[in-house]
């Protein structure tokens, strides 16, 4: 090639365009407002955790943990000692090597939040440094579900942290957003109420093996991810079929057919099991439900259909549901359902009265902004006024309702006696990793149901050793929860998503925690 035309090539190049910056644009179902996932149950915080930080072990689509932040780890031969090494190539947004200093630490804070963490950091005598990349955890009794905790799905999401942000006292939240994680938080971007900004981690190392669920390579294919607030449901569907989103977490049933027949757009499910169950949760610690005999009589004021039906609409997204553990998997039991599933009014009133209710305030944090959460609300209150209780809606935002339910102060001092949440499927897959069936008083999940016996029994289960024993347990503790109350179920349903498939390729369908590696955008 003579020198005039690798001088004309050097100058096309100079003068071509620079790629575009690929921007994926998402409306979630929640805006995210606070940057500590080991803080919250708040599945926002959980989403925005998996972005930016990382886990020892992910899930794969049929829920088996594998390793990803860890590169080899072994055994011992009575299940007591697991020794565990980083892989390479693990460094935080800033530049700075993760240690083992940082996991420990982070293990630390997580087992004290965590429902599933305290159950097994109730059996870890130890979190022992060897070097910089390999620890030791080692436990007092052969606890079953080391792994399976370690990955776990469900918010608290068990991320790990640099050791300065994981010493930040646990009823204290952690603000800077530095992790290891394929996304980067930009910070400076952040608006809260209208969006949270994220670039692509160039520094991280994605493991080789297929993204499949949590686990495998987190291979990042955009330079940035915004996720959108936007609160009206409405809203959401004409930017999607706009072009304005790209993703739309959780579209209205109502809007599915809509999205379904739009050229350019494509609903999907989220995983295997039910991506959405809801929950009414009780306070234990102040009257009337301080008393097992009214929080059992809430029972009979739970139609599921009535809920399923305003908040999901189409029968073949819902399932009513009256086991403590997710329907269709192997230890769910509907046993209890003639006690659960009775709906009766003047029932559920006259159970109250004999027990003792006198009519005074019941307290109920209402969301005003929710797409799920807010139409139940709305459900719940309905049947509480016709049984003729004495309701005091308490009608503020989602993310005031995530504050205000950590108080322990009386109801009219600004707690609560009761409030409607939704929880993912798989974080109700086995009664030891539901923390909402955590029973262990000042220690168990906000509501702060108080039970030995329940505790016990979980504990139990997480050491059987065979499938016919934990099926045996999780029947005991089906029973142990209808006479409890730790919370009322109010069916389970599966959530699709919605995106442009015109620009859009290569999602990872997980369950209840949507993510954005594999993802490709067309500009």
């Known amino acids: ?66 390793p990803q932040m860890v590169g080899d780890y072994t055994i011992s031969d009575d299940r007591k000692l697991y020794t565990m090494t980083l892989r390479d190539g693990l460094k935080w947004h800033d530049g700075t090597p993760v240690t083992t200093d940082d996991v420990i630490a982070s293990l630390q804070r997580w087992g004290a939040k965590d429902q599933a963490g305290r159950a097994m950091m109730g059996y870890v005598t130890a979190l022992e440094k060897v070097d910089a990349k390999t620890f030791k955890i080692v436990l007092s009794e052969p606890y079953g579900l080391v ?76 330079d940035k991810v915004e996720l959108l607030w936007i609160a009206d449901s409405q809203t959401k569907m004409q930017a999607l079929i706009a072009g304005e989103i790209d993703f739309l977490e959780q579209p209205s049933t109502d809007f599915i057919p809509i999205l379904e027949s739009t050229p350019g757009i494509t609903v999907m499910n989220t995983g295997k099991v039910d991506s959405h169950w809801g929950t009414i949760r009780l306070n234990h610690l102040h009257p009337p439900f301080d008393n097992p005999a009214i929080r059992q009589a809430m029972y009979h004021l739970v139609n599921q259909e009535d809920f399923l039906q305003t908040i999901v609409g189409d029968p073949k997204y819902y399932k009513v549901c009256h086991s403590y553990i997710t329907c269709g998997t192997p230890y769910a039991d509907e046993t209890g359902k003639d006690v659960i599933g009775k709906y009766d009014l003047k029932l559920a009133a006259e159970k109250m009265k004999a027990a003792g209710y006198k009519n005074e305030p019941i307290y109920v944090l209402a969301a005003t902004d929710h797409h799920t959460i807010t139409p139940a609300s709305q459900v719940l209150l309905t049947a509480m006024r016709e049984a003729g209780l004495n309701v005091n809606a308490v009608s503020i935002d989602w993310s005031s309702v995530v504050a205000r339910r950590t108080k322990k102060e009386k109801p009219e001092d600004g707690g609560w006696n009761l409030f409607v949440t939704t929880s993912s499927g798989v974080s109700a897959l086995n009664p030891a990793l539901n923390t909402w069936l955590g029973a262990g008083c000042d220690k168990a999940n906000i509501g702060w149901p108080c039970d030995p016996e329940m505790d016990k029994l979980r504990a139990e289960f997480a050491f059987a050793k065979t499938e016919d024993e934990r099926k045996a347990l999780a029947k005991k503790i089906q029973a142990k929860a209808i006479e409890l109350v730790p919370y009322i179920s109010f069916g389970q349903w599966t959530q699709p998503l919605a995106y442009r498939s015109d620009k859009l390729s290569g999602i990872v369908p997980v369950t209840g925690l949507p993510v954005f590696w594999s993802i490709e955008k067309k500009n």
């Open 147 to 222: 792994l399976d905790s370690l990955g776990k799905t469900g918010t608290m999401v068990p991320v790990i942290m640099r050791e300065k942000d994981a010493k930040t006292e646990g009823n204290n939240q952690v603000t800077e957003a530095v992790g290891s994680g394929p996304f980067m938080m930009l910070k400076d971007q952040w608006v809260p109420g209208s969006k949270t900004v994220y670039a692509k981690n160039p520094n991280y190392v994605p493991r080789k093996e297929k993204a499949e669920g949590l686990s495998g390579g987190k291979v990042v294919k955009v």
């Open 1 to 66: 090639m003579g020198t005039a035309a690798v001088l004309m090539g050097v100058s096309a190049f100079l003068a071509a365009p620079a790629q575009a910056e690929t921007v994926l644009r998402a409306s979630m179902h929640a805006d995210v407002r606070t940057l500590d996932p080991h803080w919250t149950t708040q599945t926002i915080a959980g989403i925005h955790g998996i972005m930016i930080y990382d886990t020892l072990f992910g899930i794969d689509d049929d829920l088996v943990p594998h």
